[in-house]
């Protein structure tokens, strides 16, 4: 069983900054990438920003977030926890929703439970 954990949410005025980490766990899985997906009231989910699990390819984002958001990979250690964050910088109202991690592996994908993210004008 793999288990996804977001964490890091909250509430800042907007050209604030927020870093929200996601950890998985579990059983030994080939993880292919990580990436963070966010769904605003009655829109869909988007991604946001993805990064592979090995190599230098790189990092691919939204275009209304880049330059401001940054994703990056935690210690790339299999059957332990994996970890990637995502640096907000700069943030608007809109990027206001809820966050999810999902870890892309050989069996499928798996995804956190999501954590808030509310920006203030």
């Known amino acids: 069983q793999v288990q996804v954990e977001e964490s890091g949410g909250g509430s800042v005025q907007a050209g604030g900054s927020l870093r929200l980490a996601c950890s998985a766990s579990?059983?030994?899985?080939?993880?292919?990438?990580m990436a963070w997906h966010r769904q605003a009231p009655g829109n869909e989910r988007d991604l946001v920003a993805s990064i592979r699990w090995a190599g230098n390819e790189a990092p691919v984002y939204a275009d209304s977030v880049k330059g401001r958001f940054t994703i990056s990979r935690g210690n790339p250690r299999l059957n332990a926890k994996s970890t990637v964050y995502l640096q907000m910088n700069d943030l608007k109202p809109e990027d206001t929703a809820i966050y999810y991690c999902?870890?892309?592996?050989?069996?499928?994908?798996?995804w956190g439970q999501g954590t808030q993210v509310t920006i203030s004008s």
């Open positions: 999902r870890l892309h592996t050989h069996t499928g994908d798996y």
């Open positions: 579990g059983r030994a899985i080939a993880v292919y990438a």
